[in-house]
């Protein structure tokens, strides 16, 4: 079965890093779409970034949400099947608990989004507070 275990949250002054980091295993298809989602306080999760990847690696552009693009950075690590989220320059509305999810069948684009129904196989969760 796919696990999905994130770290590496904490909490962090407007301005600052933070890297996330997601443990994958457990894999039974070829083809994934990776993905981190948040969930801020009082709001519905929602869609923070997205690669595809086969067979480890990455296979095309990345999705990343407008109030994201250009601070965050997805990747993985196809040695150690790690999927991470580098964040810069945040602020305090980037305060939330933030979840890997994966599906072999999820899509994304600039248009439609990242869709929480079309993932399967989610983390726990990590809790990341941005103070000003």
């Known amino acids: 079965q796919v696990v999905l275990i994130e770290s590496g949250g904490g909490s962090v002054q407007a301005g600052g890093t933070l890297r996330l980091s997601c443990a994958t295993s457990?894999?039974?298809?070829?083809?994934?779409?990776l993905a981190w989602f948040r969930q801020r306080p009082g709001r519905e999760r929602e869609g923070v970034a997205a690669?595809?990847?086969?067979?480890?690696?990455?296979?095309?552009?990345?999705y990343y949400a407008g109030n994201v693009k250009g601070r965050f950075s997805i990747s993985l690590d196809n040695t150690t099947g790690t999927l991470y989220l580098q964040m810069t320059n945040v602020k305090p509305e980037d305060t939330a608990v933030y979840y890997c999810?994966?599906?072999?069948?999820?899509?994304?684009?600039?248009?439609?989004?990242?869709?929480?129904?079309?993932?399967?196989?989610w983390g726990q969760g990590t809790q990341v507070t941005v103070s000003s």
């Open positions: 999810a994966a599906d072999p069948f999820a899509v994304y684009s600039d248009y439609g989004g990242l869709g929480v129904a079309d993932f399967r196989h």
């Open positions: 690669i595809y990847t086969s067979d480890g690696s990455i296979t095309d552009s990345p």
């Open positions: 457990g894999f039974t298809y070829i083809n994934y779409c």
